[in-house]
């Protein structure tokens, strides 16, 4: 009997399999579980008075006070504020995007030309979108909105330290530092 070579083209006996990945998808008890959590840690940020350092001297503070911003009480700025005809490249800033349905600090972020740190990519805005599109599959309301802080430092180093500051102390979940927090259902 002759030994029979095998034909790198014949492909007929193989069956082709495509891997398809898993849509994931958060229940809508476990998305509300999980805003609740949010909420819930946020509302005691805001009702918690900071600790005041005594000082031994009348010196002015040469930085701003994290503790003196509250994001919830700036004045809510629609979502498309970034599409509006603007003059110039805008200012120093914090920014803040909030879910003021519930209401949810989502994101605090920092820029130095306000009027164009949102056109084009932002991370942020994918996480938005797959945050809005889970909340109208479950039929959940929202009302993604920003406000802005205007009194940032204009240098570079400083506001990045506050912008910092403000992160760890509300745990915004779409901010990377605090993923390990709330973990990252909309990355």
Same mark, same amino acid.
């Given at each position: 009997?002759?030994?029979?070579?095998?034909?790198?083209?014949?492909?007929?006996?193989?069956?082709?399999?495509?891997?398809?990945?898993?849509?994931?998808?958060?229940?809508?008890?476990?998305?509300?579980? @999980?805003?609740?959590?949010?909420?819930?840690?946020?509302?005691?940020?805001?009702?918690?008075? /900071?600790?005041?350092?005594?000082?031994? %001297?009348?010196?002015?503070?040469?930085?701003?006070? /994290?503790?003196?911003?509250?994001?919830?009480?700036?004045?809510?700025?629609?979502?498309?504020?970034?599409?509006?005809?603007?003059?110039g490249p805008g200012e120093a800033c914090l920014y803040f995007v909030i879910d003021n349905a519930m209401p949810l600090l989502l994101y605090v972020g920092e820029t130095r030309k306000?009027?164009?740190? @949102?056109?084009?990519?932002?991370?942020?805005?994918?996480?938005?979108?797959?945050?809005? !599109?889970?909340?109208?599959?479950?039929?959940?309301?929202?009302?993604?909105?920003?406000? %802005?802080?205007?009194?940032?430092?204009?240098?570079?180093? /400083?506001?990045?330290?506050?912008?910092?500051?403000?992160?760890?102390? @509300?745990?915004?979940?779409? !901010?990377?530092? !605090?993923?390990?927090?709330?973990?990252?259902? %909309?990355?």
């Amino acid at each position: 009997m002759e030994p029979e070579q095998l034909s790198l083209f014949d492909i007929q006996s193989e069956p082709v399999f495509k891997s398809q990945q898993p849509t994931l998808s958060m229940s809508c008890d476990a998305l509300v579980a @999980w805003k609740t959590r949010i909420f819930e840690y946020q509302q005691q940020v805001k009702v918690s008075q /900071p600790a005041v350092q005594q000082t031994l %001297f009348d010196l002015t503070p040469t930085h701003v006070d /994290p503790d003196s911003i509250d994001p919830f009480s700036l004045t809510l700025q629609p979502m498309s504020f970034y599409r509006m005809p603007v003059d110039g490249p805008g200012e120093a800033c914090l920014y803040f995007v909030i879910d003021n349905a519930m209401p949810l600090l989502l994101y605090v972020g920092e820029t130095r030309k306000s009027n164009q740190r @949102w056109k084009g990519t932002h991370d942020c805005k994918r996480y938005l979108s797959y945050y809005e !599109n889970l909340h109208r599959t479950h039929q959940l309301k929202t009302a993604i909105c920003m406000t %802005f802080w205007w009194e940032a430092p204009i240098a570079t180093k /400083p506001r990045q330290q506050l912008e910092s500051a403000l992160i760890a102390k @509300w745990k915004s979940p779409f !901010n990377k530092q !605090n993923w390990d927090v709330w973990g990252t259902p %909309f990355v």
